[in-house]
Structure formats: structure tokens, C-alpha cells
């Protein structure tokens, strides 16, 4: 039996072997195991390794990661990260190109993914891994709601305008006000107006986020000042707590699957969501919608040129290979393989896997739209936005103990939206967390760290805007 630790290429051009090696994946989600054992078999055919997974939750597995890590130690050889967490983990990760040219393999870090995604793997210019699930947010609706000839009446006669998806902040509020308050089903009775997860654990910092980052916001000016309880932070937080009412009663404590399903029932007709409820909604298996739900871009705020939207990603995830790992040079085989164009693309086509693809040519593959051959002007819609989400979208925080930072602003902000404190009050404590925490971790480093990403963002036309707090 050959050892695990060969030459980088096989002999005359053959693939490298490692027989005997085990490698430990950290899959995060049963759906990314499912997604990565379809290429299990042929992993070990051509390299003989063979592919373990476990799947733990976030909290669990950046808890294991950091403390393992702390102590030179990694019990995985691939692992799956937010990129909120990169700063954190990249410290502990192998720059994957260096890694995959020694064994004269490449790497999807390069201009088929998608813009904004780019920074799920890149940290001060250096690529410590690869995209493996791009989680752009859409508001998905259901059409009838919106088409229903009564409804449009009404919603004219009420607000002035057109009952269509809404584009701003603002029209969300009407909406969801409209729904709440009709029977929009015309069977009797009335229900949600739309979705929102607002329960602790950055769910409410993600829903937060969105109208934040619309509003002009970015999270510190130059000098790491935090910009969370700027007007743009302030006005984000109003329109929550003024489509509160018409959201379920426990959408501040319920989980995300729970609310969703709601919406699979029809008992909702919009829900601002990730790209992964759009695919569960054409499934027969799970949806009551099937066949009657459309997607829209998340909503935005209105300016002289148009609507100005920044879609955040909210989660997604990137995949990266432990420096302390014992099997490196397998590691980057197989993960190489699973995340080239055409094993990438394949997992993202599967309904099961519930991937959102990071690679333009996945989305622009002819096969894409079989994803929902039934309905080719949904597979289309979803193309065309998810397209639009990679030039548009707000990047995650991305700087040392952004977890950290997350944690804090989602708890105050989820403090005010269950009634527990002043929104202003809210926003200033978040603030004067944030201060907190980048002084203990050295603000020098901090501010230093934090220009790279500010740099980043102007990149891709991402600038504070205090004048989009004033937009109606």
C-alpha cells in the first residue's frame, strides 16, 4: 500500500494516490454532506482517499474550530466557514493556491465567481479558501396574492399605487400592511402580512442588515467608528418595528424552518429570505406554492437615479483546508474537485443539496433551469437575481471578531424588537459594544484590519451614504 504522503504528481502523469487516507470533512449542513458524498466514491477511485462528514451547528463548529486551532490542533482536513469568520480562521488555514500549484492543481478563485462573493474567501489578498454555497437573499412572493384582481383594487384604493412586489423599504411596510389586514385569499379571515426571523443568534442582525446597508449604512467610518446607530441603523430598525404587527406573533422567538413554512402553506404571501427558500418552494414534497411563487431583489430605497439595493448575504458559506490538518496534500485534491466548475455546478443543480451557486458559468450552464423543469420562467427569474445579488450585494463583516461584533448588535437589536428597549437606546448600547470590543482586541490592529476590508468595499461601490437615511 502506497504511503499518504507522496510525490505531489503520480507517476508519468497519473493522478496522485493516497491509499489508506481518511479525510474529516466539517459538512455544517445534512444538505452539504448529501451534496459532497455524491462525489465520494469518485474522490476515492481517482485518488484513493476515502471522505468522512459530520455535520454540527455553526455555534458548535466555530467554537470546536477556534479552540482546536488555539492549540495547533485540528481534528478536520476541510472545513466550512462564514465568511464573517475568515479574519478568525484564516490565521489557522492554508493559502490554497501556493498549496494547489505544488500539486499542479487549480483552485475556483478567479473571475467565474461571482463579484461580491469573492470576499468570502479573501483576506488581505490572500485566498484561504474556496466558495462553496453563496447565500444571496431575495423576497420571494406568492404571485396569487399579487395578481388576485380584488387585491389590486383594493391596494390602489388604499395606498395610491400599483400592487406589485415592493422595490423600497417603504412599499414593504405598505404591503405588508395590506395583507395583514385583507383577506387576500378570499376564503375568509386574515393572516400574516409577510416573514421575517427576528429570534436571537444573528438572526435578527441579518434582517436588520438588510434595510441597513440599503439606507446607506456601512458598519465604521475610517477611524473604526461604528456606524450601527447612525441614521441609516436607526432607520432600518424603524421599519421593522413598523411591519412588526404584521408579521407572526412569534417571529422574534420562532426558527427559520418554522416561519418558513408558513409561507409554504400559503398562510404568507411574501417572505425576504435566502436563495435556499426559493428552491424548497418549488418542491412538491415540502410546498403548498408550487408552481405560484415568484422572486423578486430584496427591497431598497428610492433615490434620484432609481432604487438604490444592497441584497446581504447573511450567511453562505466558504471551504478551507486546517494548517495543523495531517492530510493537507489530500485535502486540496479533494477539495479541488468537489468545487471545480463541473462538480460545483452539479451539486448546485441538485434540489436535495440546497446550494446557491458562487460560479457565474453555474448559473449560465445550459443545464441550470432543469433544476425546476416544470417551471422554466422561475429557473430564469432565479438566474437573472442571483446574477444581480453578485454585482449588488453587501458583504459580510470581515474583520477579527466579527462574530463577535455580529453577536452584540443582534442581541440589542433583537432587545428592541421585542419591546425589551428604546430603539435609539438599542443601537447606541450596540455601539458602545462595538467600541468595546475592537479597544480589547487592539484598536490599532483593528483599524488596520478594518481598512483593508473598507478598501474592499469601495471596490465594489460600497461607500457610506448618510443621505440615503433621509430617502422616503
Given at each position: 500500500?502506497?504511503?499518504?504522503?507522496?510525490?505531489?504528481?503520480?507517476?508519468?502523469?497519473?493522478?496522485?494516490?493516497?491509499?489508506?487516507?481518511?479525510?474529516?470533512?466539517?459538512?455544517?449542513?445534512p444538505s452539504y454532506a448529501y451534496a459532497m458524498r455524491k462525489f465520494a466514491d469518485e474522490i476515492q477511485t481517482k485518488y484513493g482517499i476515502r471522505v468522512q462528514f459530520d455535520t454540527v451547528t455553526l455555534e458548535q463548529s466555530f467554537q470546536r474550530d477556534m479552540l482546536e486551532?488555539?492549540?495547533?490542533?485540528?481534528?478536520?482536513?476541510?472545513?466550512?466557514?462564514?465568511?464573517?469568520?475568515?479574519?478568525?480562521?484564516?490565521?489557522?488555514?492554508?493559502?490554497?493556491?501556493?498549496?494547489?500549484?505544488?500539486?499542479?492543481?487549480?483552485?475556483?478563485?478567479?473571475?467565474?465567481?461571482?463579484?461580491?462573493?469573492?470576499?468570502?474567501?479573501?483576506?488581505?489578498?490572500?485566498?484561504?479558501?474556496?466558495?462553496?454555497?453563496?447565500?444571496?437573499?431575495?423576497?420571494?412572493?406568492?404571485?396569487?396574492?399579487?395578481?388576485?384582481?380584488?387585491?389590486?383594487?383594493?391596494?390602489?384604493?388604499?395606498?395610491?399605487?400599483?400592487?406589485?412586489?415592493?422595490?423600497?423599504?417603504?412599499?414593504?411596510?405598505?404591503?405588508?400592511?395590506?395583507?395583514?389586514?385583507?383577506?387576500?385569499?378570499?376564503?375568509?379571515?386574515?393572516?400574516?402580512?409577510?416573514?421575517?426571523?427576528?429570534?436571537?443568534?444573528?438572526?435578527?442582525?441579518?434582517?436588520?442588515?438588510?434595510?441597513?446597508?440599503?439606507?446607506?449604512?456601512?458598519?465604521?467610518?475610517?477611524?473604526?467608528?461604528?456606524?450601527?446607530?447612525?441614521?441609516?441603523?436607526?432607520?432600518?430598525?424603524?421599519?421593522?418595528?413598523?411591519?412588526?404587527?404584521?408579521?407572526?406573533?412569534?417571529?422574534?422567538?420562532?426558527?427559520?424552518?418554522?416561519?418558513?413554512?408558513?409561507?409554504?402553506?400559503?398562510?404568507?404571501?411574501?417572505?425576504?429570505?435566502w436563495g435556499s427558500t426559493a428552491e424548497i418552494a418549488q418542491d412538491r414534497s415540502a410546498s403548498g406554492i408550487v408552481g405560484n411563487i415568484s422572486l423578486a431583489l430584496i427591497p431598497g430605497v428610492k433615490t434620484s437615479e432609481g432604487v438604490s439595493r444592497r441584497p446581504v448575504?447573511?450567511?453562505?458559506?466558504?471551504?478551507?483546508?486546517?494548517?495543523?490538518?495531517?492530510?493537507?496534500?489530500?485535502?486540496?485534491?479533494?477539495?479541488?474537485?468537489?468545487?471545480?466548475?463541473?462538480?460545483?455546478?452539479?451539486?448546485?443543480?441538485?434540489?436535495?443539496?440546497?446550494?446557491?451557486?458562487?460560479?457565474?458559468?453555474?448559473?449560465?450552464?445550459?443545464?441550470?433551469?432543469?433544476?425546476?423543469?416544470?417551471?422554466?420562467?422561475?429557473?430564469?427569474?432565479?438566474?437573472?437575481?442571483?446574477?444581480?445579488?453578485?454585482?449588488?450585494?453587501?458583504?459580510?463583516?470581515?474583520?477579527?471578531?466579527?462574530?463577535?461584533?455580529?453577536?452584540?448588535?443582534?442581541?440589542?437589536?433583537?432587545?428592541?424588537?421585542?419591546?425589551?428597549?428604546?430603539?435609539?437606546?438599542?443601537?447606541?448600547?450596540?455601539?458602545?459594544?462595538?467600541?468595546?470590543?475592537?479597544?480589547?482586541?487592539?484598536?490599532?490592529?483593528?483599524?488596520?484590519?478594518?481598512?483593508?476590508?473598507?478598501?474592499?468595499?469601495?471596490?465594489?461601490g460600497i461607500t457610506y451614504r448618510p443621505e440615503l437615511a433621509s430617502a422616503p
Amino acid at each position: 500500500m502506497l504511503a499518504a504522503t507522496m510525490l505531489p504528481q503520480g507517476v508519468h502523469g497519473a493522478p496522485s494516490r493516497f491509499e489508506g487516507v481518511t479525510l474529516q470533512v466539517s459538512a455544517i449542513e445534512p444538505s452539504y454532506a448529501y451534496a459532497m458524498r455524491k462525489f465520494a466514491d469518485e474522490i476515492q477511485t481517482k485518488y484513493g482517499i476515502r471522505v468522512q462528514f459530520d455535520t454540527v451547528t455553526l455555534e458548535q463548529s466555530f467554537q470546536r474550530d477556534m479552540l482546536e486551532f488555539s492549540g495547533g490542533r485540528a481534528s478536520h482536513d476541510i472545513v466550512l466557514f462564514l465568511p464573517s469568520a475568515l479574519p478568525d480562521y484564516s490565521r489557522s488555514l492554508e493559502p490554497v493556491v501556493p498549496l494547489a500549484k505544488q500539486y499542479d492543481l487549480t483552485v475556483n478563485v478567479g473571475n467565474d465567481v461571482l463579484p461580491t462573493y469573492r470576499t468570502y474567501y479573501t483576506w488581505d489578498n490572500v485566498a484561504y479558501g474556496v466558495p462553496f454555497d453563496c447565500g444571496g437573499r431575495f423576497l420571494a412572493y406568492n404571485q396569487a396574492a399579487f395578481t388576485r384582481p380584488e387585491n389590486r383594487q383594493a391596494f390602489k384604493a388604499k395606498y395610491g399605487y400599483e400592487l406589485i412586489p415592493p422595490q423600497t423599504w417603504a412599499q414593504y411596510r405598505d404591503t405588508a400592511e395590506f395583507f395583514a389586514t385583507t383577506d387576500w385569499t378570499g376564503r375568509g379571515g386574515t393572516r400574516a402580512g409577510t416573514i421575517e426571523v427576528w429570534r436571537r443568534g444573528l438572526w435578527a442582525w441579518v434582517w436588520w442588515l438588510d434595510r441597513f446597508a440599503a439606507y446607506g449604512g456601512v458598519y465604521f467610518d475610517s477611524q473604526m467608528r461604528p456606524l450601527i446607530n447612525s441614521r441609516a441603523g436607526l432607520r432600518a430598525l424603524e421599519n421593522m418595528l413598523a411591519v412588526k404587527k404584521y408579521l407572526p406573533s412569534d417571529a422574534a422567538t420562532s426558527t427559520n424552518p418554522a416561519l418558513r413554512a408558513l409561507f409554504m402553506r400559503g398562510e404568507a404571501p411574501m417572505f425576504t429570505t435566502w436563495g435556499s427558500t426559493a428552491e424548497i418552494a418549488q418542491d412538491r414534497s415540502a410546498s403548498g406554492i408550487v408552481g405560484n411563487i415568484s422572486l423578486a431583489l430584496i427591497p431598497g430605497v428610492k433615490t434620484s437615479e432609481g432604487v438604490s439595493r444592497r441584497p446581504v448575504f447573511g450567511a453562505g458559506w466558504a471551504a478551507g483546508i486546517p494548517k495543523y490538518g495531517a492530510h493537507k496534500d489530500a485535502a486540496i485534491h479533494a477539495l479541488a474537485l468537489l468545487t471545480d466548475a463541473a462538480h460545483q455546478t452539479a451539486m448546485d443543480e441538485d434540489p436535495k443539496a440546497l446550494m446557491k451557486p458562487c460560479r457565474i458559468s453555474s448559473l449560465r450552464d445550459p443545464g441550470y433551469p432543469r433544476k425546476w423543469a416544470n417551471y422554466p420562467g422561475y429557473a430564469h427569474q432565479y438566474i437573472d437575481l442571483s446574477l444581480k445579488n453578485g454585482e449588488l450585494g453587501m458583504p459580510d463583516l470581515q474583520i477579527p471578531g466579527a462574530v463577535e461584533y455580529i453577536t452584540a448588535a443582534d442581541l440589542q437589536i433583537n432587545l428592541a424588537v421585542t419591546g425589551q428597549k428604546d430603539p435609539r437606546q438599542a443601537l447606541d448600547d450596540a455601539a458602545t459594544e462595538w467600541t468595546k470590543i475592537t479597544d480589547r482586541l487592539g484598536r490599532p490592529q483593528q483599524q488596520r484590519l478594518w481598512s483593508i476590508q473598507n478598501t474592499g468595499l469601495k471596490r465594489l461601490g460600497i461607500t457610506y451614504r448618510p443621505e440615503l437615511a433621509s430617502a422616503p
